[in-house]
């Protein structure tokens, strides 16, 4: 059974930092593009970071560049997501997913498989 999973979520002041996990099992992803989504109360999916298959081209939305880091360690079957310098607008359920091509892409539906997701909330 292909399982993506998330955590690392939590309640953080504004500021502050959180280092989200997902941990992928099932099949082998290390020829997988991987991706960072996030979706807040009334807003639709969107794009936050990916990184190719070995981890040497990332790709960020612009309103986290600078701030987030995505990283991979494809012997651990694990992506990181660092959020440094969290804003309350960074609130969101965040999602890992898998994509269907090696590279990184910003494009939601290249990807074939999502975890459940882990809730990020930013206080002012």
């Known amino acids: 059974q292909v399982q993506l999973v998330e955590s690392g979520g939590g309640l953080v002041q504004a500021g502050g930092s959180l280092r989200l996990s997902c941990q992928t099992s099932?099949?082998?992803?290390?020829?997988?593009?991987m991706g960072w989504f996030r979706q807040a109360p009334g807003n639709e999916r969107e794009f936050v970071a990916a990184?190719?298959?070995?981890?040497?081209?990332?790709a960020y939305a612009a309103s986290v560049e600078g701030r987030f880091t995505i990283s991979r360690r494809n012997a651990e079957n694990t992506v990181y997501l660092q959020m440094n310098i969290l804003k309350p607008e960074d609130t969101a359920v965040y999602y890992c997913?898998?994509?269907?091509?090696?590279?990184?892409?910003?494009?939601?539906?290249?990807?074939?498989?999502w975890g459940r997701g882990t809730q990020v909330t930013v206080s002012s």
């Open positions: 997913a898998a994509a269907a091509v090696g590279g990184p892409t910003r494009n939601q539906y290249r990807y074939k498989n």
């Open positions: 099932g099949r082998t992803f290390s020829n997988d593009g």
């Open positions: 990184i190719s298959w070995d981890g040497g081209t990332t």
